[in-house]
């Protein structure tokens, strides 16, 4: 006989933060005291990381493919580049507005890309990108151009901390975005809401039948993505104080997928090691053969989609699991 | 009266070719009603427009005396008309417990909800567990979908169907694949539901139509051939001539 009351402990568990999840957040913290003269690169890569869980939520989570995100990210960054750039240098409310600008953009255009199956929405995802990316090349006297928006006055944050030149505001303010907008999707993702997104990746079909309005679910989560890239795309702007045309181009895109799939899609950690592994890589591989460096990139690549499903997080909880295992038969359960 | 459900001269023609053709059906509240017919009669074909996954060529659909034929596929389920499918199609990845809950919080309306934790929407989580219960599936709770016997899995897709809350539940083949032992005790957890909730069921085995339900309507190329109490199909000249007498699945 089952008792009357049925042990919700696992249910509450998964939103829990683990041990692991801490420690893995004291991560920027040693990196600033071990790393102090590459807070710039650090700063990178936390913008870089928000960018890709921006990607994680829409496809990871939600099971949209993209080939065009960094047309947010572009637009996120001119928006906020425009606004300093003509006497409007408070970083939040830029970070702000980029955001709406993205997130306007996403619900716009998430009209054409949920009409379609996966390859349709990778058409029309690539084809907005390439589209903003020449608009955005050919009105020079808004852009810049090619030659990038320039003359962008960001003023102290908070009034106080000034953009150094070390790097050191950039970098604190940088993580504390990444950090507190993580802990917002870590909120969404373990909601109602999130859990039927994961419904509609895993079985979009059988969603409408148990009443659910897929579209609208998947035009929310899209909205909410293009806002993240946005604010990613603002934070390297306003830390660079520059934003270049390379925001908006294809290679950007495609790279975001591929540090997505090497961490792990439909892990919001896969996201952030994704990120990692791949600016670790790239620079370990690039010290060592500066020309040819993609060629090992494309191994790793090719070896974590083969051999490897579920990336580093993937790899991560199998050896999790290996270890339990492990215990268990050497502790002796109960 | 109204009836729960009911079709007008329902028809969908796909090509040349006619699928269902002038169906009127009509089902009172509260009956467990079956749809039986040869293969390729039409009868998923109906059960599709029912649930608005196809919209007919003409003709209409009426939920409780309301028309129902222009609306989405969710939208029905909302009004109180649920489904399960011939072949499982569940949510592998997820647990049967995160399974249920998914369809309860679509029907309480919590979908939306982006910021408290799944467990912290208690009213949900009860009734999800109470499912569960009803349905014997409380010891399987914390194991994947797909980690489940196929029995077991099927009765999943009747606890995401009865998580809707339907007033109208539209069971396909609900014993298909399931072995013998197991589709007697998933027929009493059917059997067990209340009155309030009319059943129209499609099934190939003949004792569990004749044992279960109290009308039963044949359909024959896309046409409804009569309906009737299942005394009255079983003494029916016409349908043993077509159906019957000829192919008698089980």
Same mark, same amino acid.
């Given at each position: 006989?089952?008792?009357?009351?049925?042990?919700?402990?696992?249910?509450?568990?998964?939103?829990?933060?683990?041990?692991?999840? #801490?420690?893995?957040?004291?991560?920027?913290?040693?990196?600033?005291?071990?790393?102090?003269?590459?807070?710039?690169?650090?700063?990178?890569?936390?913008?870089?990381?928000?960018?890709?869980?921006?990607?994680?939520?829409?496809?990871?989570?939600?099971?949209?493919?993209?080939?065009?995100?960094?047309?947010?990210?572009?637009?996120?960054?001119?928006?906020?580049?425009?606004?300093?750039?003509?006497?409007?240098?408070?970083?939040?409310?830029?970070?702000?507005?980029?955001?709406?600008?993205?997130?306007?953009?996403?619900?716009?255009?998430?009209?054409?890309?949920?009409?379609?199956?996966?390859?349709? #929405?990778?058409?029309?995802?690539?084809?907005?990108?390439?589209?903003?990316?020449?608009?955005?090349?050919?009105?020079?006297?808004?852009?810049?151009?090619?030659?990038?928006?320039?003359?962008?006055?960001?003023?102290?944050?908070?009034?106080?901390?000034?953009?150094?030149?070390?790097?050191?505001?950039?970098?604190?303010?940088?993580?504390?975005?990444?950090?507190?907008?993580?802990?917002?999707?870590?909120?969404?993702?373990?909601?109602?809401?999130?859990?039927?997104?994961?419904?509609?990746?895993?079985?979009?079909g059988?969603?409408p039948a148990?009443?659910?309005?897929?579209?609208?679910?998947?035009?929310?989560?899209?909205?909410?993505?293009?806002?993240?890239?946005?604010?990613?795309?603002?934070?390297?702007?306003?830390?660079?104080?520059?934003?270049?045309?390379?925001?908006?181009?294809?290679? #950007?895109?495609?790279?975001?997928?591929?540090?997505?799939?090497?961490?792990?899609?439909?892990?919001?950690?896969?996201?952030?090691?994704?990120?990692?592994?791949?600016?670790?890589?790239?620079?370990?591989?690039?010290?060592?053969?500066?020309?040819?460096?993609?060629?090992?990139?494309?191994?790793?690549?090719?070896?974590?989609?083969?051999?490897? #499903?579920?990336?580093?997080?993937?790899?991560?909880?199998?050896?999790?699991?290996?270890?339990?295992?492990?215990?268990?038969?050497?502790?002796?359960?109960? | 009266?109204?009836?729960?459900?009911?079709?007008?001269?329902?028809?969908?023609?796909?090509?040349?070719?006619?699928?269902?053709?002038?169906?009127?059906?009509?089902?009172?509240?509260?009956?467990?009603?079956?749809?039986?017919?040869?293969?390729?009669?039409?009868?998923?074909?109906?059960i599709n427009l029912l649930t608005g996954f196809l919209?007919?060529?003409?003709?209409?659909?009426?939920?409780?005396?309301?028309?129902?034929?222009?609306?989405?596929q969710?939208?029905?389920?909302?009004?109180?008309?649920?489904r399960?499918?011939?072949?499982?199609?569940?949510?592998?990845?997820?647990?049967?417990?995160?399974?249920?809950? +998914?369809?309860?919080?679509?029907?309480?309306?919590?979908?939306?909800?982006?910021?408290?934790?799944?467990?912290?929407?208690?009213?949900?989580?009860?009734?999800?567990?109470?499912?569960?219960?009803?349905?014997? +599936?409380?010891?399987?709770?914390?194991?994947?979908?797909?980690?489940?016997?196929?029995?077991?899995?099927?009765?999943?897709?009747?606890?995401?169907?009865?998580?809707?809350?339907?007033?109208?539940?539209?069971?396909?083949?609900?014993?298909?694949?399931?072995?013998?032992?197991?589709?007697?005790?998933?027929?009493?957890?059917?059997?067990?539901?209340?009155?309030?909730?009319?059943?129209?069921?499609?099934?190939?085995?003949?004792?569990?139509?004749?044992?279960?339900?109290?009308?039963?309507?044949?359909?024959?190329?896309?046409?409804?051939?009569?309906?009737?109490?299942?005394?009255?199909?079983?003494?029916?000249?016409?349908?043993?001539?077509?159906?019957?007498?000829?192919?008698?699945?089980?």
């Amino acid at each position: 006989m089952l008792p009357a009351s049925f042990d919700l402990t696992r249910l509450r568990a998964s939103e829990r933060w683990r041990v692991s999840e #801490r420690l893995f957040w004291m991560l920027p913290l040693l990196a600033y005291v071990v790393f102090p003269d590459s807070l710039v690169l650090l700063t990178h890569l936390f913008i870089t990381a928000l960018f890709c869980l921006s990607l994680d939520l829409i496809l990871g989570y939600a099971g949209i493919v993209s080939l065009g995100h960094a047309a947010f990210f572009g637009v996120g960054a001119y928006a906020a580049g425009l606004l300093a750039s003509h006497g409007w240098g408070e970083p939040l409310s830029g970070l702000l507005v980029a955001g709406v600008c993205a997130a306007v953009l996403g619900f716009v255009t998430s009209l054409l890309v949920l009409r379609g199956t996966d390859l349709t #929405r990778l058409m029309v995802t690539l084809g907005v990108a390439m589209m903003l990316y020449e608009v955005a090349n050919k009105m020079t006297s808004i852009t810049g151009g090619v030659d990038g928006l320039s003359g962008m006055v960001v003023d102290p944050l908070f009034g106080r901390f000034q953009f150094d030149l070390y790097g050191n505001t950039a970098f604190w303010y940088a993580l504390a975005v990444l950090f507190a907008l993580f802990w917002i999707a870590r909120k969404l993702v373990h909601s109602p809401f999130g859990l039927s997104l994961q419904g509609i990746r895993l079985n979009a079909g059988r969603m409408p039948a148990l009443g659910a309005p897929v579209n609208a679910r998947l035009a929310a989560i899209y909205t909410v993505g293009a806002a993240y890239a946005g604010i990613a795309g603002a934070l390297m702007a306003q830390t660079t104080q520059f934003v270049a045309l390379d925001a908006l181009t294809f290679n #950007r895109s495609a790279e975001l997928l591929l540090m997505l799939v090497l961490g792990g899609s439909g892990s919001l950690y896969g996201a952030l090691l994704g990120t990692l592994v791949f600016m670790v890589a790239h620079h370990a591989l690039a010290d060592v053969t500066p020309e040819y460096w993609e060629f090992w990139l494309g191994a790793l690549l090719l070896a974590i989609v083969l051999f490897a #499903r579920g990336g580093v997080m993937g790899g991560l909880r199998y050896l999790a699991q290996c270890v339990q295992r492990l215990s268990r038969v050497g502790g002796g359960a109960p | 009266m109204s009836y729960a459900l009911e079709t007008q001269a329902l028809v969908k023609k796909f090509g040349g070719f006619i699928a269902t053709n002038q169906v009127s059906l009509q089902v009172e509240a509260g009956a467990r009603h079956a749809l039986i017919g040869p293969n390729g009669a039409g009868k998923t074909t109906l059960i599709n427009l029912l649930t608005g996954f196809l919209e007919p060529t003409s003709g209409a659909v009426l939920l409780g005396g309301i028309p129902v034929t222009r609306l989405a596929q969710h939208q029905r389920v909302r009004r109180g008309l649920a489904r399960t499918f011939q072949i499982n199609r569940l949510f592998s990845e997820l647990s049967v417990l995160e399974s249920v809950l +998914l369809a309860v919080n679509e029907r309480q309306g919590l979908s939306a909800h982006f910021w408290k934790p799944l467990a912290a929407h208690s009213a949900a989580v009860d009734e999800a567990v109470e499912l569960l219960r009803t349905l014997n +599936l409380l010891d399987v709770a914390y194991e994947k979908t797909r980690s489940l016997a196929y029995g077991k899995q099927r009765l999943i897709e009747i606890a995401l169907a009865l998580a809707a809350k339907p007033q109208v539940l539209l069971l396909d083949e609900p014993a298909a694949g399931v072995p013998t032992a197991e589709s007697r005790a998933l027929f009493e957890s059917i059997a067990a539901l209340p009155r309030s909730v009319t059943i129209v069921l499609i099934e190939h085995d003949m004792d569990l139509v004749f044992r279960f339900a109290d009308q039963i309507s044949v359909l024959v190329n896309g046409a409804l051939l009569t309906q009737g109490t299942p005394a009255q199909i079983a003494n029916d000249r016409k349908v043993k001539e077509v159906y019957l007498g000829e192919t008698v699945h089980g």
